[in-house]
C-alpha cells in the first residue's frame, strides 16, 4: 500500500479550453461595453434608439446586462476557474469532452441571447431575461460544468481544498439553485412563457436571484480568482489563513437573505424587507474580509504595485469591491434607499462594482495568464499602464455623474413646499436637469471601452508574437491515498478541508437556511391572493398589451410600484398595495425610474395622449426622453395566440372562467375595436383595431384602475 | 492582534502558502458591531414597539392634511370679481401665458385651438365658462375625461394667472380648431 501511495503519476492541464475561454472574455467584453455605450448615449439623447425596435433602450438594457454579467463575467471566471482548480487540486479536468461542452454551450447561449433579446424576446425579469428554452439549456449546460468540477475534486492529487476552491464549491451549486427556482414558467408558445410567480411572491423570488446573481456570480467566483491569482501575481503567501475560513462562511450564509433590499417600501411584507436590511448591514464585514485578506497579502510587495501593472489592476479592483460593499449596505438602510432607490444612485453602485471589481480583476488576471498561456510575453507594459489609467478615469467619471444624477433627482422628486405643494411636479424637470450628467456618463463609458481596445490590441499582438505548436507541460506527483481522520488533520475545519462532499453539503445548507426563512411565509401565505378583492383579472386584450409592454422594456424605464412615502403618493396617487399585481406574471414592480411610476396611470390622460405619446413622446411633453414606438403603430395584433395565454393563465391560478376562455379571441377583437372607435372618435386617424397599440394602450388604462374604484379588501 | 507572520505547515497549494495571522480586531469587532445593530433593530421594529413604514407614512400624511387644511381655510376660493381682476393685470396673464405653454399646450394645442382636449377659445364649454367654473375645472380636473388636476401642481400665483390667460383666449379663432364641444356661454 505504501508503496502504491508514493507512486508518482504524470499528467498535463488542459490549457486549451482556458485559452478559449479568454478569448472568449475578450470578444464578448467588447461587445458588452459597445452595447452599455449605445444604451447610455440613448438615455443622454433619444435620437440615437433610430426608431428601430431591435436597437431601442427597452431590448438593448438587457442585452448588455446579460452580456456584461453572463458572457464577459462568465468567460472571464470560467478561464479563472479552469486554470486554477486544475493546479489547486493537482490533476487534469475529469472530461476535456465536458470541458469542451461547457465552453461551446456557454457561447451558444449567449449567441441565442443577442439573437433573442433584440427581437423583444424575453421574460421581463431583470438579469433572467432569456426565454424559457434558453434558461432550459443554461441548466444543462451548467449541470455539466458542475458535474465535471466535482469530478475532478474526487481525482484530485491535493488532500486539501484551498480556499479558491471553497468559493467555487459556492458559487457552483447556489448559481443552479437560484437559476432553476427563479426560471420556472409554463411555455405560451416556444417564445413565450409565464413564470409560476406573481406579484409579491415574483418580486421576492425575482430579487432573491437577482441579488444573489451578483453575490454568487460576481462576487464568490472572482473572490475565488483573487485567492489564486493575486498570491500568484505577488508571490506571496496568503495573509491569513483564519479570516478566509472566517469572511467565506460569514459571506456565504449571510448573503442569501439580503435580496429584499431591493423591495423597501414596496408591498413586500414588512418582516422580510427588514430581514433584507439587517442581513445586508452584516455582510459589511464578511466582505470586507476578502478584500482586507488580499491587500495585506500584498505586504512587502506594495514597491512593484506602481511597476507592475498586474498588481495595480488587482489593487485598485479589491479597492471598488470595498467600495462597492460599503457602499451597498449603505443603501440597504431603509431610509437612505428612500432617497436612492429608481435613480441613477444604483446605477453608480452596480457600476463600481462591475468596470471597477469583476472588470479590474478580469484584466488583471489576463494580462498574467496570457503570457504564461501562449508562452510568451506580454507586447507592452507601458500599454497595460495605459489601459489601466485610461479605464480607471472611465469609471471615476462614470461614477461621480451617476452618484450627481442620483442624488439629485432623487431630492428634486421628494421636495415639497411649505403649502404642501410638490416642487417639481412635472416629473420631466427632474429628468432635464439630469441629462446632461447623461452626457458626462457616456464619456466615461466610453473611456472605458477605449481603454479596453488599447488591452485588445495588446493582448492580440501578444498572442502573434507567441510560438507556433506550445507543447503542454508536464507534471508529477503522487496520487492519494484513501482518506482518513489522521491524514485529513487536527483542526475541525482543516478536516473539513478534506472532504469535499461534507463541504459542499454544508454549503448548501448555509445558503438554505436565509431561502427557506424568507421563501415558505411568502409563498404559502394566501394573503396577497385575495380573489375576493376588487383587483379583477386582465381581459385578453390587457393582458396581451402587458405582454408588450414586456417586450419593449419599458420596465427597464418604468416602476409600478408607489411606496408609501408623502412625495411619491403626492405625486403619483395612493401607495401599491400587495394584492394590486397578484395577477403581474411576470410583476413589473421595476427597479428604475428613468421616466415616472406607472402604477396608477391609467385614467390619468385621455387615450388619444397615449397615442400621440407612444408615437413620439416628444409631441407632448417637451424634452422627453422616452424612445418613440413607431412599430407599435404598424405591427398586428396576433389576436391567435390571446386564448393561449388566457389558458396558461388560468391553468396557473388566475379565475378565468370557461366562458372567458373559449370567447378569449372574439373578446379580445371586439375590445380594439373599442378603443379603437374612442381613438377615432377623439381625431386619431387610419385603422387601429388590429395594430398594437390598441392593446398597449388598453392595458395603460387599466393599471390602477380597480384600485380606484373599490380599495382592495 | 498582533501579526505572527508565520507560515502554516502543510498549507501550500501550486506553491500558495498561507500565515497563521488572527483576525485584524478592528474587523471583527466591526462585523460583532453590525451583528448587535441588526438585533437592536430587529427588536425593536419587528418585536418591539417600532413604527412600521405605512405607519410612518399615515403621520406624515396626516400632519400634510392639516396643514393643507388650514392653509385652505386661511385663503378663501376667488371670487368672480377677484378673478375678473386679474385679467386687467398684464403681468398675471403673461405668467399665465408661460404656465400655459409649458403645461396646457399638449392637450389643448399651442392657441388654445384643442387637440387632445377640448378648443378653449371658442363659445361653448362643457364645464362652464364663468371664471370661477374655468378655475374649479382646472383646479380639479376632469379625472374620468382626462383632464389633470392641477390644483396641487401649480402655486397659489399661477393658477388665477392660468385662468385669466385662458379668458384671454376665448374669441381669438386660431386656424384649424377643434369643433365646439358643450354649451354655448350666455352672454
Not at chain 1, 129 to 149: D, M, Q, T, Y
Not at chain 1, 592 to 606: C, E, S
Not at chain 1, 652 to 671: D, F, H, K, S, V
Request: with cysteine; proline share 5%.
Amino acid at each position: 500500500m505504501l508503496h502504491d501511495e508514493q507512486k508518482m503519476e504524470t499528467f498535463s492541464y488542459d490549457d486549451a479550453i482556458v485559452r478559449k475561454f479568454v478569448l472568449a472574455t475578450m470578444v464578448w467584453a467588447g461587445v458588452a461595453f459597445l452595447v452599455g455605450l449605445i444604451a447610455a448615449l440613448q438615455l443622454a439623447d433619444w435620437r440615437f434608439n433610430f426608431n428601430l425596435p431591435w436597437l431601442t433602450f427597452g431590448r438593448l438594457r438587457p442585452l448588455h446586462t446579460n452580456a456584461a454579467i453572463f458572457a464577459f463575467g462568465g468567460n472571464a471566471i470560467f478561464a479563472g476557474m479552469y486554470y486554477s482548480t486544475q493546479r489547486l487540486l493537482k490533476t487534469r479536468m475529469a472530461s476535456d469532452a465536458m470541458s469542451r461542452f461547457h465552453f461551446w454551450g456557454w457561447q451558444a447561449i449567449i449567441v441565442s441571447a443577442a439573437l433573442t433579446l433584440p427581437f423583444g424576446i424575453t421574460i421581463g425579469k431583470e438579469y433572467a431575461e432569456l426565454e424559457w428554452p434558453i434558461a432550459l439549456a443554461i441548466n444543462i449546460v451548467w449541470v455539466v460544468f458542475g458535474v465535471n468540477f466535482f469530478k475532478t475534486i474526487a481525482q484530485r492529487r491535493e488532500r486539501h481544498l484551498y480556499v479558491a476552491i471553497w468559493f467555487y464549491i459556492a458559487t457552483i451549486i447556489t448559481v443552479a439553485l437560484l437559476h432553476v427556482v427563479n426560471t420556472i414558467q409554463i411555455p405560451v408558445s416556444l417564445w413565450k412563457s409565464y413564470p409560476i410567480y406573481a406579484g409579491v411572491q415574483d418580486a421576492l423570488v425575482q430579487w432573491w436571484y437577482g441579488h444573489n446573481a451578483v453575490a454568487f456570480f460576481l462576487t464568490t467566483p472572482f473572490l475565488g480568482l483573487m485567492y489564486y491569482f493575486l498570491p500568484k501575481a505577488a508571490d506571496k503567501p496568503v495573509y491569513s489563513y483564519r479570516l478566509s475560513i472566517i469572511h467565506f462562511w460569514a459571506l456565504v450564509f449571510i448573503y442569501i437573505w439580503a435580496g429584499p433590499h431591493h423591495l423597501l417600501y414596496t408591498a413586500l411584507p414588512e418582516w422580510a424587507q427588514t430581514l433584507g436590511m439587517i442581513f445586508s448591514i452584516m455582510l459589511w464585514a464578511p466582505s470586507w474580509g476578502g478584500m482586507v485578506n488580499g491587500l495585506l497579502t500584498l505586504r512587502g510587495a506594495w514597491h512593484r504595485v506602481g511597476k507592475e501593472p498586474v498588481l495595480k489592476f488587482f489593487v485598485a479592483g479589491l479597492t471598488f469591491y470595498g467600495m462597492a460593499t460599503l457602499e451597498g449596505p449603505l443603501l440597504a438602510i431603509k431610509s437612505v434607499s428612500s432617497l436612492a432607490h429608481y435613480t441613477d444612485w444604483i446605477i453608480a453602485h452596480v457600476h463600481g462594482g462591475t468596470l471597477g471589481w469583476n472588470g479590474f480583476i478580469t484584466f488583471g488576471m489576463i494580462y498574467w495568464l496570457v503570457p504564461r498561456l501562449w508562452k510568451t510575453k506580454l507586447y507592452s507594459e507601458s500599454l497595460a499602464n495605459v489601459h489601466f489609467w485610461t479605464g480607471f478615469t472611465g469609471i471615476i467619471i462614470y461614477m461621480i455623474s451617476m452618484w450627481s444624477a442620483g442624488i439629485t433627482q432623487g431630492l428634486m422628486w421628494r421636495a415639497v413646499d411649505s403649502t404642501g405643494r410638490l416642487m417639481y411636479p412635472d416629473f420631466i424637470e427632474t429628468v432635464l436637469r439630469i441629462a446632461p450628467l447623461y452626457w458626462v456618463r457616456a464619456a466615461g463609458g466610453a473611456l472605458y471601452l477605449v481603454s479596453f481596445l488599447i488591452m485588445a490590441y495588446n493582448i492580440t499582438k501578444t498572442i502573434a508574437s507567441a510560438p507556433k505548436n506550445v507543447k503542454a507541460d508536464v507534471f508529477q506527483a503522487p496520487r492519494l491515498a484513501p482518506s482518513s481522520n489522521q491524514n485529513l488533520g487536527d483542526k475541525p475545519h482543516r478536516i473539513l478541508e478534506g472532504l469535499p462532499i461534507v463541504f459542499t453539503v454544508l454549503t448548501l445548507l448555509a445558503v438554505a437556511v436565509g431561502t427557506v426563512i424568507e421563501f415558505v411565509p411568502t409563498l404559502w401565505a394566501t394573503d396577497y391572493v385575495n380573489t375576493g378583492s376588487s383587483i379583477k383579472p386582465y381581459t385578453g386584450l390587457q393582458l396581451h398589451g402587458r405582454d408588450l409592454y414586456v417586450r419593449e422594456g419599458c420596465y427597464l424605464c418604468h416602476s409600478q410600484m408607489i411606496r408609501p412615502i408623502l412625495s411619491e403618493t403626492l405625486r403619483y396617487g395612493d401607495y401599491s398595495r400587495a394584492e394590486e399585481s397578484m395577477y403581474d406574471r411576470p410583476f413589473q414592480w421595476g427597479s428604475k425610474r428613468t421616466g415616472p411610476d406607472l402604477a396608477r396611470v391609467g385614467g390619468k390622460y385621455p387615450d388619444l395622449w397615449h397615442f400621440r405619446h407612444m408615437m413620439n413622446p416628444r409631441d407632448v411633453v417637451n424634452g422627453s426622453l422616452m424612445p418613440s414606438y413607431p412599430w407599435i403603430f404598424r405591427d398586428k395584433i396576433d389576436f391567435a395566440v390571446i386564448p393561449k395565454k388566457i389558458a396558461v393563465m388560468k391553468f396557473l391560478g388566475t379565475p378565468y372562467n370557461e366562458q372567458e376562455l373559449a370567447l378569449a379571441e372574439a373578446t379580445a377583437r371586439a375590445e380594439a375595436q373599442a378603443v379603437a372607435a374612442s381613438l377615432s372618435a377623439q381625431g386619431a386617424t387610419g385603422k387601429l383595431e388590429d395594430k398594437e397599440i390598441v392593446a398597449l394602450i388598453a392595458y395603460l388604462q387599466r393599471l390602477g384602475q380597480d384600485y380606484k374604484k373599490g380599495g382592495v379588501k | 492582534m498582533t501579526d505572527t507572520d508565520k507560515k502554516i505547515e502543510g498549507h501550500a497549494y501550486d506553491g500558495i502558502e498561507e500565515l497563521d495571522n488572527g483576525l485584524p480586531s478592528w474587523w471583527i469587532n466591526g462585523f460583532y458591531l453590525t451583528i448587535l445593530f441588526a438585533g437592536l433593530y430587529f427588536g425593536y421594529y419587528m418585536l418591539g414597539s417600532g413604527p412600521a413604514l405605512v405607519d410612518e407614512y399615515n403621520t406624515s400624511r396626516e400632519t400634510h392634511e392639516q396643514a393643507i387644511a388650514t392653509k385652505k381655510s386661511a385663503r378663501p376660493v376667488a371670487s368672480e370679481e377677484q378673478l375678473a381682476a386679474s385679467l386687467k393685470d398684464p403681468g398675471k396673464v403673461k405668467l399665465g401665458a408661460s404656465v400655459y405653454a409649458s403645461k396646457c399646450i399638449a392637450c389643448h394645442g399651442d392657441r388654445g385651438q384643442g387637440g387632445i382636449g377640448p378648443n378653449l377659445t371658442d363659445e361653448y364649454w362643457i364645464h362652464g365658462g364663468n371664471l370661477t367654473q374655468i378655475m374649479k375645472t382646472v383646479s380639479e380636473g376632469v379625472l374620468d375625461k382626462g383632464m389633470p388636476p392641477w390644483g396641487a401642481v401649480l402655486t397659489a400665483d399661477e393658477l388665477p394667472a392660468v385662468v385669466a390667460f385662458v379668458n384671454s383666449l376665448i374669441g381669438t379663432k386660431p386656424t384649424a380648431a377643434k369643433a365646439p364641444q358643450g354649451v354655448r356661454a350666455k352672454e
